[in-house]
Every structure is written in structure tokens, then in C-alpha cells.
Nanobody, 120 residues
Framework: QVHLVESGGGLVQPGEFLRLSCAASGSIIRINRMGWYRQAPGKERELVADINSSGTINYADSVKGRFTISRDNAKNTVYLQKNSLNPEDTAVYYC??????????????WGQGTQVTVSS
């Protein structure tokens, strides 16, 4: 079993910042990729940013220059630093991981989601 647990969501005002964390735990052999998705009300879930085991990073165009993804391999944790937040960033943010477990099978895992609300 592999579990992803997010933390760091909340209510902030436009222009402020938040840092999300996602820790993976369980029978992990290797984490190939971890990332963040978000889903706003009435919209489809979309990729925000991800980072693979080599450190290659992808960002959605809408967050480039404002959000920074990083990972701590020793802690099996990925972070999302979100600066200059605006109301369009309001969504449930989900952690996602492509993880190989002790059965040596790779699978995609999701966290439970954390709400981020940007409002004045």
C-alpha cells in the first residue's frame, strides 16, 4: 500500500502565497514522478506541475513564474510553492505520484486533495 497525504491548503487573499506539501509513504521502492493537479468547480482536473526522478519539471502555462515545484527524495515529499495567488487559482489541489511499490509494479497514486481558496 502506498499513501499520499497533502497539507498546506487554506484561504488566502489575492497576491499572497501558500506552500503545499505531499508526503508519500508505504511500500515504496521508487518514485518516478510526483506532481500536482487541481480541479476548480465545474472544470476538469488539470496538471499544475510535476517533477520526475531526474529533476525534469513541467509547469502549466498559467502558473509559470508564480509556482515552484520541488522534491525531497529522502523524505519522499514534493512541495508546491505558490506565489502571487489570484482567484483563478482557487481549486482542490491533488498530489499525484507514479510510484513503484514492493511488488515492483508501477502505479499512479492520488492524494485526498486539499482546498485552496483565493478571495478578498
Amino acid at each position: 500500500q502506498v499513501h499520499l497525504v497533502e497539507s498546506g491548503g487554506g484561504l488566502v487573499q489575492p497576491g499572497e502565497f501558500l506552500r503545499l506539501s505531499c508526503a508519500a509513504s508505504g511500500s515504496i521502492i521508487r518514485i518516478n514522478r510526483m506532481g500536482w493537479y487541481r480541479q476548480a468547480p465545474g472544470k476538469e482536473r488539470e496538471l499544475v506541475a510535476d517533477i520526475n526522478s531526474s529533476g525534469t519539471i513541467n509547469y502549466a502555462d498559467s502558473v509559470k513564474g508564480r509556482f515552484t515545484i520541488s522534491r525531497d527524495n529522502a523524505k519522499n515529499t514534493v512541495y508546491l510553492q505558490k506565489n502571487s495567488l489570484n482567484p483563478e487559482d482557487t481549486a482542490v489541489y491533488y498530489c499525484n505520484g507514479l510510484i513503484i511499490d514492493r511488488s515492483f509494479l508501477g502505479a499512479i497514486y492520488w492524494g485526498q486533495g486539499t482546498q485552496v481558496t483565493v478571495s478578498s
